[in-house]
Nanobody, 123 residues
C-alpha cells in the first residue's frame, strides 16, 4: 500500500509565502510523476504543478512565475511546492498526486492522492 503524506499548509496574508511538502511511502519501485492539485469550495479540482521523474515541469497559468515545484534530492519520493506572492484566490485544499506508482510485492501500477492540506490566504 502507498500513502502520500502532506505537510505545510496554513493561514497566511496576501503576498506571503508557504512551502508544501509531500512524501510517498510504501514499497515503491518507481513513480512517473508527482505534483499538486487544488480544490476551492464549489469548484472543480485543478492541476497546479506537476513534475515528472525526467524533470519536466508544468504549471497552471494562474500560478506560473509564483509557484515552483521541486524534487527533494535528500528524501526519496518527495516533492515540494514553494508558493510565493500568495493571493486570496489561491485559497483551497491542496492535494498531492503521484502518477503511475509501481510497487513491488505485489507488483502494481496505480495513481494515488494525499488527503489534502488547507491553504488559506486572507488579510
Amino acid at each position: 500500500q502507498v500513502q502520500l503524506v502532506e505537510s505545510g499548509g496554513g493561514l497566511v496574508q496576501p503576498g506571503e509565502s508557504l512551502k508544501l511538502s509531500c512524501t510517498a511511502h510504501g514499497n515503491i519501485f518507481s513513480i512517473s510523476a508527482m505534483g499538486w492539485y487544488r480544490q476551492a469550495p464549489g469548484q472543480a479540482r485543478e492541476r497546479v504543478a506537476v513534475r515528472t521523474t525526467g524533470g519536466q515541469e508544468t504549471y497552471a497559468a494562474s500560478v506560473k512565475g509564483r509557484f515552483t515545484i521541486t524534487r527533494d534530492h535528500t528524501r526519496l519520493h518527495t516533492v515540494h511546492l514553494e508558493m510565493n506572492g500568495l493571493k486570496p484566490e489561491d485559497t483551497a485544499v491542496y492535494f498531492c498526486y503521484a502518477n503511475q506508482v509501481v510497487t513491488m510485492d505485489p507488483v502494481q501500477n496505480n495513481d494515488y492522492w494525499g488527503p489534502g492540506t488547507q491553504v488559506t490566504v486572507s488579510a
